[in-house]
């Protein structure tokens, strides 16, 4: 993620926190709700993506130095360190479904990443993109209520295997295989941040889950990278990495999820590919062709309708997908 994420899916005392904020988010870390917040939900969503998949380029040109799993421990140690030393989360007063809750948030973005780093070490960053979004859009299609959704969901999925240059037979097996994994862990992200959020006040829960999913991660990296990970030169990217793929883009979403329904903010992640196939542009030296432009403006347009659907609605969709109550018991 995606950054992929992706990223691929939180509030105080858990009476509180079991409602969705009427009000809007929680203060951001460093009370960055204010800056942040005008954004709206949409532009969290969107500056979010933009931050992770220009990430996740400069992830691709870091791969060389530290490795696929090297990558993604750095990312996740350094996004843990600075979101736990910014929010310094309280780790008393939470219930036993809290913790459950977020440790699983932290399991599903640990896979995530790493399942989406294995895949852009295998195949080109635009078809790794392309492939893992089809969690989130399975997703909206899952979670949506009305017909309409499925519209957009259709019109997304139509935009992003156009984008795939209408097939992928030509792509490593194994990269198609983990990026399909790292769309089924962005799908469950997208899930368990909405309901972290909810549980954990401010960005405390993101905080918490990096800190689960650097752990996880740390021996996988030790194991594949080792003294490569303390050279200087890759841990100044490797922290770049973890600024623009983790810390600014997860705690945009988490933001935004407080206030834009799952199955919206599932079809926005259909954008994913075209951000991508930008950033593979500017950073990587991947041209776009005429196909890739059409697919393009066929998810934008996806986005906007489902967009415009929400506000039809004045904001009154369901905040977390069907199923468990709103508490995520």
């Known amino acids: 993620m995606s950054t992929p994420s992706a990223t691929p899916g939180t509030p105080t005392p858990a009476a509180a926190s079991a409602a969705p904020h009427a009000t809007g988010p929680a203060p951001a870390p460093g009370g960055a709700t ?9 532009g969290l969503v969107l500056a ?54 977020v440790v699983v948030f932290g399991i599903a ?3 995530m990443n790493g399942l989406f780093y294995q895949a852009v070490d295998r195949i080109p960053l635009g078809p790794a993109v392309t ?9 909206s299609v899952l979670a949506s209520r009305r017909a309409v959704n499925l519209v957009w969901a259709a019109l997304a999925l139509a935009g992003v295997f156009l984008l795939g240059g209408g097939g992928f037979d030509g792509l490593d097996p ?10 089924a862990m962005w799908a469950a992200y997208i899930v368990f941040s909405a309901r972290t959020g909810r549980r954990f006040p401010q960005a405390d829960g993101l905080a918490l889950a990096m800190a689960v999913g650097a752990v996880l991660f740390l021996p996988l990296g030790i194991a594949e990278s080792g003294a490569k990970l303390a050279d200087p030169v ?5 922290a770049g990495v973890a600024l623009l793929s983790s810390v600014l883009p997860y705690t945009l979403e988490l933001l935004a999820l407080r206030r834009l329904p799952a199955p919206t903010f599932a079809i926005l992640m259909s954008l994913e590919p075209a951000l991508a196939a930008a950033a593979g542009f500017l950073i990587l030296d991947q041209s776009l062709s005429a196909t890739q432009s059409a697919a393009i403006a066929l998810v934008i347009a996806a986005s906007m309708g489902a967009v415009r659907t929400q506000v039809g609605r004045g904001g009154r969709a369901k905040r977390e997908l069907p199923g468990p109550g709103a508490d995520g018991r």
């Not at 204010?34 to 949409?42: A, M, N, Q, T």
């Open 131 to 139: 492939l893992e979004v089809l969690g989130p859009l399975a997703l």
């Open 48 to 101: 979010g993506g933009v931050s992770v998949q220009f990430g996740a380029a400069l992830a691709v040109s870091l791969m060389p130095r530290a490795g696929a799993l090297g990558v993604v421990t750095l990312r996740l140690v350094v996004a843990a360190v600075v979101l736990l030393l910014v929010c310094r989360p309280r780790l008393r007063g939470h219930s036993r479904a809290d913790w459950g809750t």
């Open 109 to 111: 973005m640990a896979g």
């Open 34 to 42: 204010g800056r942040w917040g005008s954004l709206g939900p949409v």
């Open 234 to 238: 890759t841990l100044a990217l490797g």
């Open 174 to 183: 194994a990269g198609a295989a983990f990026a399909l994994g790292a769309g």
